[in-house]
């Protein structure tokens, strides 16, 4: 993999117009020196510490990368195989569940607005938000380094507390029986907050039935 090449941005938030360096989109790969099969990583004895450092650092780069393709790759085949693209799904062994949580964040974050320097879930994390939201807490995230579940955090603190005197509007839900277990155990295995994941599959919901219509 190529070395970053870095660009600097301008984003306008809460406090005024702040600067802060980007990486710029790169290819990935993981090299010539290491042989990639479908449940294995061949590596030669021969390799150094700093070629096997580097290796891992791609490796997790591709990892995260991948729920960003999976997500527009089903953008694209909705949008250009409206009638199709479901059981060309249904033809692979990809939850169609888990595309459609993909693809509500590749929808709501395009390419130049995606912050290289953070991972998928952390762009998930803010998704629901109003999209001057998003870039301020995504900002605030690449100048503290702050890890998702941090991110996570402060973004349930600030809703507590009406977010400086913002206005909040709260809905309650009367579940019945083990829903809210339910619920939350599906919001954990897609890796989501339990409100992240419900406004997905509300959202998502809508989709099909207006694609249906």
């Given at each position: 993999?190529?070395?970053?090449?870095?660009?600097?941005?301008?984003v306008t938030g809460r406090n005024g117009t702040v600067s802060t360096t980007r990486p710029a989109q790169e290819r990935l790969g993981?090299?010539?020196?290491?042989?990639?099969?479908?449940?294995?990583?061949?590596?030669?004895?021969?390799?150094?510490?700093?070629?096997?450092?580097?290796?891992?650092?791609?490796?997790?780069?591709?990892?995260?990368?991948?729920?960003?393709?999976?997500?527009?790759?089903?953008?694209?085949?909705?949008?250009?195989?409206?009638?199709?693209?479901?059981?060309?799904?249904?033809?692979?062994?990809?939850?169609?569940?888990?595309?459609?949580?993909?693809?509500?964040?590749?929808?709501?974050?395009?390419?130049?607005?995606?912050?290289?320097?953070?991972?998928?879930?952390?762009?998930?994390?803010?998704?629901?938000?109003?999209?001057?939201?998003?870039?301020?807490?995504?900002?605030?995230?690449?100048?503290?380094?702050?890890?998702?579940?941090?991110?996570?955090?402060?973004?349930?603190?600030?809703?507590?507390?009406?977010?400086?005197?913002?206005?909040?509007?709260?809905?309650?839900?009367?579940?019945?029986?083990?829903?809210?277990?339910?619920?939350?155990?599906?919001?954990?295995?897609?890796?989501?907050?339990?409100?992240?994941?419900?406004?997905?599959?509300?959202?998502?919901?809508?989709?099909?039935?207006?694609?249906?219509?």
């Amino acid at each position: 993999m190529s070395d970053n090449v870095y660009k600097t941005v301008k984003v306008t938030g809460r406090n005024g117009t702040v600067s802060t360096t980007r990486p710029a989109q790169e290819r990935l790969g993981v090299g010539s020196r290491a042989i990639t099969k479908r449940v294995t990583l061949a590596m030669p004895e021969s390799m150094t510490i700093d070629e096997w450092r580097n290796l891992g650092r791609q490796i997790h780069v591709i990892a995260d990368s991948s729920a960003w393709w999976l997500g527009d790759w089903l953008i694209f085949g909705q949008s250009n195989y409206p009638n199709r693209y479901k059981k060309a799904i249904a033809d692979t062994s990809l939850d169609y569940q888990t595309l459609r949580n993909y693809a509500w964040v590749a929808r709501r974050f395009t390419p130049e607005r995606r912050r290289a320097k953070l991972s998928f879930q952390h762009h998930a994390e803010v998704t629901s938000l109003p999209e001057a939201e998003q870039e301020r807490w995504l900002t605030q995230t690449e100048l503290h380094g702050w890890s998702r579940n941090e991110l996570r955090r402060r973004i349930r603190d600030s809703r507590e507390i009406g977010d400086g005197g913002k206005s909040v509007v709260r809905v309650q839900l009367d579940l019945m029986g083990q829903q809210k277990q339910r619920w939350q155990r599906a919001a954990e295995s897609a890796d989501q907050d339990l409100l992240a994941w419900m406004v997905a599959v509300l959202d998502g919901a809508a989709t099909a039935a207006v694609d249906a219509g």
